[in-house]
Structures are given as C-alpha cells and as structure tokens.
Nanobody, 118 residues
Framework: QVQLFESGGGLALPGGSLTLSCAASGIDTSLYDMAWYRETPGNEREWVALRTAGGSAAYADSVKGRFSVSRDNSRNTAYLQMNNLKVEDTAVYYC????????????WGQGTQVTVSS
C-alpha cells in the first residue's frame, strides 16, 4: 500500500519559517517527481514547487526566492523549506508523487495545515 505522509505544518509568524516533510512508503521515490501543492477553502489546489527525479527544481512565482524544495531518495522523503512566510501562504499543503513513466500511478498525501498569523 502506497502512502505519502506530510508533517511539519503548524502555526508560524509572518516572516517565520517552517519545513514540511513528505515521507513516502510503498514506492521508490527515485522514479517520481515530487511536487508540493496547496489549497485554501473555496479555491482550487495550487501548484507550489517541484523537485524532479533528475534533481531539477521549479517554483510558483508566488513562492520563488522564499521556498526551497529538496528530496532524499535514500529516505524516500521530500521536503519543502518555507522562509519569510506570509499570511497568504496559509493553506493546507499536499505533496504529490508524480511517476516519470506512464505505467506509474500518481499519489497524493493527506495534507498538512500551515497557518501564518500574528
């Protein structure tokens, strides 16, 4: 059974930092691009960042320069380091494992709440 488990969410002050983790089980993450999304009530899930299986990174304009995505395939884990947090970063954050081959299924984690508030 495949599971993605996000952790590290919580409450942060504006300007603060949080690091989210996404621990995968049941898959070999070296065969997946690892992405982060976020969702707020009433809005569609928004793509935030991606670290490809090959090591490249990409970011949404809204987080570029503040967030950093990384991965450790030996631990089957992806990370999202979030710095200089803003109130508008408040959301439920989800990780997604996106297979690099067509026969691989994509998977979502259950989400972790991030609240940025003074």
């Amino acid at each position: 059974q495949v599971q993605l488990f996000e952790s590290g969410g919580g409450l942060a002050l504006p300007g603060g930092s949080l690091t989210l983790s996404c621990a995968a089980s049941g898959i070999d993450t070296s065969l997946y691009d690892m992405a982060w999304y976020r969702e707020t009530p009433g809005n569609e899930r928004e793509w935030v960042a991606l670290r490809t299986a090959g090591g490249s990174a990409a970011y949404a304009d809204s987080v570029k320069g503040r967030f950093s995505v990384s991965r450790d395939n030996s631990r089957n884990t992806a990370y999202l380091q979030m710095n200089n947090l803003k109130v508008e970063d408040t959301a439920v954050y989800y990780c997604r494992a996106e297979g690099i081959a067509t026969h691989l299924t994509n998977y979502w984690g259950q989400g972790t709440q991030v609240t940025v508030s003074s």
